[in-house]
């Protein structure tokens, strides 16, 4: 499998308020979207900025394995602070699941290209995003345990944390597996059937849709 390109960096020639570097570093995830996350470059970041081409030598000397990086830290970490904040929109702690799951659903399906970049290049790219993505799984089973815990009554009705990991990753797997298929728009419609990735644990996950 083919990293994400990397471009030698370089001393910096504009100012760190520069609007081009800007539009490129925002242009990350459309880039992978476009590109399908291989091999993304500094001419596929400007394509997908409406940048010329030949205006880019001297911006972003990070390159573009780093910008795509820096989007893919950048939206998973926008989109775990709403799944989090979800957590207070509901009492107990199946309802929680569901309006978390559902509020995640929506924000994905509004933005195809983070979807992308959060569920699918994240697993077939490099070894940089792969970490991310550990490390933001991590941060999904930590909240889970935690919210878990505020609503048990003992602890035989907690789940394992190893039952949590592999809620998570079901549920991520399901998610990755439908915005590859161009299904992210999708994606609250099809809440219920993501949800049912994670019916094989306990508790169950209620859906108000």
Do not use: K
């Not at 476009?34 to 010329?52: F, I, K, N, S």
């Not at 790219?125 to 889970?144: C, D, K, T, W």
């Not at 003992?154 to 809620?167: G, I, N, T, V, Y």
Request: proline share 5%; hydrophobic share 45%.
């Amino acid at each position: 499998m083919r990293m994400l390109s990397e471009v030698p960096t370089g001393a910096r020639a504009c100012p760190p308020d520069c609007a081009t570097c800007g539009r490129l570093r925002g242009a990350a995830a459309a880039a992978v979207l476009m590109t399908g996350g291989v091999e993304v470059t500094m001419a596929d970041l400007a394509a997908a900025a409406g940048v010329p081409a030949s205006a880019i030598a001297r911006h972003c000397p990070e390159g573009a394995a780093r910008i795509v990086a820096d989007a893919y830290r950048r939206a998973s970490g926008e989109l775990f602070a709403e799944y989090a904040a979800s957590f207070r929109l509901a009492e107990s702690w199946p309802e929680q699941l569901g309006v978390a799951l559902e509020r995640m659903l929506r924000r994905l399906s509004q933005e195809p290209d983070v979807a992308h970049l959060c569920f699918v290049t994240s697993v077939s790219s490099g070894e940089e995003l792969r970490e991310i993505r550990q490390v933001f799984r991590a941060r999904y089973v930590e909240l889970l345990a935690t919210e878990q815990a505020r609503h048990a009554n003992d602890e035989e009705e907690l789940l394992p944390e190893l039952a949590l990991e592999l809620m998570v990753g079901a549920v991520f797997r399901m998610i990755g597996e439908l915005v590859a298929d161009g299904r992210a728009p999708e994606l609250p419609t099809l809440a219920r059937d993501v949800a049912s990735t994670a019916r094989v644990f306990e508790p169950r996950v209620a859906l108000t849709a």
